[in-house]
């Protein structure tokens, strides 16, 4: 009621003064003051003439100096694995093998026996004293009782009940992309990779729809707890867009997602290219269908798997056999008829590529499909580009392939690629000065992976502009940008992935009051407090969604 007396006397609902509020519109202007009208933000200035628009029932919020950013974006995320984080085993602080089987052991005392223990997103090779992945032996002494099944991002580790309840044994062949790891006897060892995982997964228990809804409410807060107030959503299944929609309906939605599709759940469809022709064709809807709450971005799909892991697919062979050159997990000749016939029916498409040999075959795959029919100003997607070469980055820029990296890489896992590649090629991973020098801002962005990497966009920056790992070791100083192009990053140039540039990323009249109120100044603080700061409060839509306590 008060908002619609405001609205009728031209009043702000919100006025905040007396802050730093960086608008990151095309000239990085400063204002001292905000106003919102409803869900959009009404105008701003100096604390003196947007405080004119102050009427009886108004909010005004005095910022006290601190600082203000348009709302952020993350542009590479798993958000609904944030919705497990109550019901999943973590091994945040874990350091070695010993340290991983007593917080599983932990989980079984409380799980009823025959029950699954799932665990959070995690890096044994980059965690762990031992630099290797828990077999199954390991955790059977922490679990014998329970079905255990660990994800570490395409590899999952599970333990000798896991395996004898999906029916894997020696004599069990490997999926096709996938791969079951043998101990010297033969055996599975309790290693999974990229489509083997699948043996596993299909035997966990579903949860309901509401139990779904209500998890993907909490990881919506969670994201909003850290500034985030949009956010790609990297891999979603038909069972998550229904998910999304019915918090949409419901107009419960804390943070605006978009969703990177996964209409077979899998990013390596089994399908052949003539079922995906007619699943295309029945679908009904195409890339960017949505509102501003809930949208479809495009298809995704897989090429390699990760330079964390040493499964990158790489033109050079690795360090230690330059015969291997990483996994590619769909054949050039499939990949070519998927991304084809997806750009057939409108839809945009986003592939998973990290090593440069993995960049090849998504531009090639996109070359091919825009001879058919033209991706120019489509805003396909390169996701990641980790090891992306300068020639590439120019062949990217031609067709108007967005690359959407994650710095977070290195933060704590810069020892792992390092290892795998060689100090060489982790010096030049997530090359963002190359990127914006040669593509240029507007086909760029920023995200974390998570849960493969922590959510916290300012660790991110810290990473971006300092090429700092989490112990302080610098990887590729000639590869750092700038505070300004790193907030670009997740604010103005982010907005463009969902072509809504005329909606978020920047704070202007008229524009959707999404807004960050920071702990510290981004622009002067010194770099080792810059992956410190805090978002104090969330503003989506002119609602507060997080307040700091």
Known sequence: MESDVCAALGYADQIFINGKVLTVDPAFAVAESVAIRGKHILAVGT?????????????????????????????????????????????????????????????????????????????????????????????????????????????????????ALAGVTRDTPDPDGGIIHRDEKGEPNGVLEEAAEGLVNRLLPEPSFDQLVSQMKQAMAYFNSFGITSAISGAVSPCDVRVHHAIRRADEATLRVSLMFAPTGSLNPSLSLEEWETLFSRIGVASDFGDEWVSLSGVKLQVDGGMTLGTAATREGYPHDPNYHGTIVIPQDRLNGFVAIANRHDWRVGIHAIGDAAIDSVLDAYEGAHREKSIKGRRFILLHGSLMRRDQMQRARDLDVRVDAQSAFLWDKGGAVTQHLGR?????????????????????????????????????????????????????????????????????????YTFAEKLTGTIEPGKLADLVILSDDILTVPDEALKNIRALRTIVGGRTVYRAS
């Open 424 to 496: 060489r090629t982790a010096e030049r991973a997530i090359p963002m000065r190359s990127m914006i020098d040669i593509m240029g801002l507007d086909l760029l962005a920023q995200g974390t992976d998570y849960p493969i990497n922590p959510a916290s966009p300012f660790i991110n920056m810290y990473v971006m502009t300092t090429r700092r790992d989490i112990k302080g070791e610098i990887y590729g100083a000639e590869e750092a940008i700038t505070r300004e192009e790193a907030i670009r990053l997740y604010t103005s140039a982010a907005s463009r």
């Open 47 to 163: 604390s003196k003439d947007v405080s004119r628009l102050a009427g009886p029932h108004t909010d005004v919020v005095d910022l006290q100096g601190k600082c203000v950013l348009p709302g952020l974006i993350d542009t590479h995320a798993h958000v609904e694995r944030a919705g497990l984080l109550n019901v999943t085993v973590g091994f945040d602080d874990v350091s070695t093998v010993a340290e991983a089987q007593a917080q599983v052991r932990d989980m079984a005392r409380k799980t009823p026996q025959g029950a699954w223990i799932r665990g959070r997103i995690w890096h044994p090779i980059a965690q762990l004293k031992e630099k290797r992945f828990l077999t199954r032996h390991d955790l059977d002494e922490a679990a014998p009782d329970h079905p255990v099944i660990l994800p570490i991002g395409h590899f999952s580790l599970v333990n000798s009940r896991a395996l």
